[in-house]
């Protein structure tokens, strides 16, 4: 019967079963309140009797606190900042939270925000610090967050989880971002964090300890934010009946939901488990992952569609062995680097110099001592550069080029001076036309002035 009841409330969405704690069973036992079956169906009685759907949508939500329902400090001073920006410049509060900055760093904005003020494409966002320094990521619209170059900003300005975030738009795409540390905690702060976690042993012990563990595995040791333990709460309690506070704006509500649905749609990539190159059918099923992360994103679609020929052909990840901890940036460029490689490769022939050749085996070596899997190509390197230089056939065939190309030359020396006979041909017609013609008006001349020579005195 209370497995029925339960589901049709879950249905109705409206009415959930009551939760007691210990000292409220200890008053339903005592006769001074009623149990959770007896309070469940009085309130399917009065759900029965006023059914109007107008009530339905009139019904002001139910306040109910509960331990981790407080604003961190780190948010509160954030909205007190919101408070005192231009009021002409539209602007939004972010609590940081693990997407944020670490695994996948992916920021999601509001999406009222973003509907109402950004583009509707995908384009560049300009983030102005404190310091009036800029730093240019990409907005995805129809995610409504930021993608490449969040990270960067994260690591210069030392963004870590709990941490408060202010955007103001000050101009087109152009942001200015105050930014509010969490570690920054009061004493005030400090003791509100303290009782809530007491109050979260009380709940959970079961909760604590594996916080607990999580907690030493920790590579650096940090104060801990409101914000973490609110979320070690709400992790918690996800069995109790959650009610929405009443006056909490929708656009918060909206921004969460975003917020986890972008934790979970990226962390769901950096979640799954190690992949065999054997496993991979297409191209659609390829990803570059080293280290948990993604670097589909730092390449461009052909150098992955070229790398995942490359990998097919050995039938193997080439980026399995790097070394740890290197940065992301300088794999996405040694991946980038190979294809090109690869491609000049396909492209030389016997006139390709021998420094192109030596150039080629270095990069690839420097790949190969941070772990790559380029030996096939330094291989096939080697064996072109010897039959290009330093087989006898090579030899004979890089005589012939040159004589071809002498020829060339000579042929062209020909045609140039054939071109120069001709000029000088034409030149000679038109000397001899201008001799015939002026030939007897200098012998009469020359005539007339032997006259006056021997003319007599």
């Not at 079956?37 to 009797?49: D, N, Q």
């Not at 973490?228 to 909206?254: D, M």
């Not at 690869?342 to 190969?368: I, N, P, Q, V, Y």
């Not at 020359?446 to 007599?456: G, H, K, S």
Request: proline share 4%; glycine share 6%; aromatic share 8%.
């Amino acid at each position: 019967m209370s497995g029925r009841v339960k589901k049709e409330v879950e249905e109705t969405d409206c009415i959930k079963p009551l939760l007691f704690n210990k000292e409220q069973l200890k008053s339903v036992k005592d006769g001074k309140q009623k149990s959770p079956m007896e309070a469940t169906a009085k309130l399917l009685k009065i759900k029965r009797r006023y059914s109007d759907p107008k009530l339905k949508q009139n019904k002001a939500p139910v306040e109910r606190s509960t331990p981790g329902d407080f604003k961190s400090s780190a948010m509160i001073r954030a909205e007190e900042v919101q408070s005192n920006l231009e009021p002409a410049f539209p602007s939004f509060v972010k609590s940081l939270v693990r997407s944020h900055v670490a695994s996948c760093f992916w920021m999601g904005l509001p999406g009222s925000f973003c509907r109402a003020h950004l583009p509707t494409v995908d384009t560049t966002v300009i983030l102005q610090d404190e310091r009036e320094k800029e730093y240019k990521m990409k907005y995805i619209a129809y995610k409504t967050g930021l993608s490449a170059g969040w990270r960067q900003f994260c690591v210069a300005h030392q963004l870590f989880e709990g941490d408060a975030l202010v955007f103001q738009l000050i101009g087109s795409c152009n942001f200015k971002v105050y930014i509010i540390r969490a570690n920054d905690l009061t004493e005030v702060d400090g003791a509100l964090g303290l009782l809530n976690l007491d109050a979260q042993i009380k709940q959970n012990v079961a909760g604590k300890l594996t916080a607990a563990c999580k907690s030493s595995r920790r590579k650096r040791p940090r104060s801990l934010p409101l914000s973490v333990v609110q979320k070690k709460n709400k992790r918690s309690g996800q069995l109790r009946p959650s009610v929405p506070q009443a006056g909490q704006p929708s656009e918060q509500s909206e921004n969460d939901s975003e917020e986890v649905g972008s934790e979970v749609l990226e962390g769901f990539k950096l979640s799954l488990p190690a992949v065999h190159f054997k496993d991979i059918k297409s191209f659609e099923d390829f990803n570059i992952l080293v280290d948990g992360l993604v670097l589909d994103s730092e390449l461009s679609e052909d150098i992955r569609n070229k790398y995942y020929e490359l990998c097919c052909n050995q039938n193997a990840f080439l980026h399995d062995n790097l070394i740890k901890g290197v940065n992301f940036k300088l794999i996405a460029g040694i991946i980038s680097e190979t294809v090109s490689i690869a491609d000049g490769m396909r492209a030389c022939t016997l006139t390709t110099s021998r420094e192109k050749f030596a150039t080629w085996d270095k990069a690839l070596k420097a790949s190969e001592l941070f772990g790559m899997n380029v030996g096939f190509l330094r291989t096939r390197l080697s064996r072109l550069l010897s039959l290009a230089f330093d087989s006898e056939g090579a030899t004979r065939t890089r005589r012939y080029l040159e004589a071809r190309f002498e020829r060339v030359v000579a042929e062209d020396e020909i045609k140039s001076l054939e071109a120069k006979l001709v000029e000088l041909e034409e030149a000679y017609e038109r000397y001899g036309a201008n001799a015939e013609r002026l030939k007897s008006k200098a012998e009469g001349y020359d005539l007339r002035f032997q006259e006056q020579v021997l003319a007599p005195w």
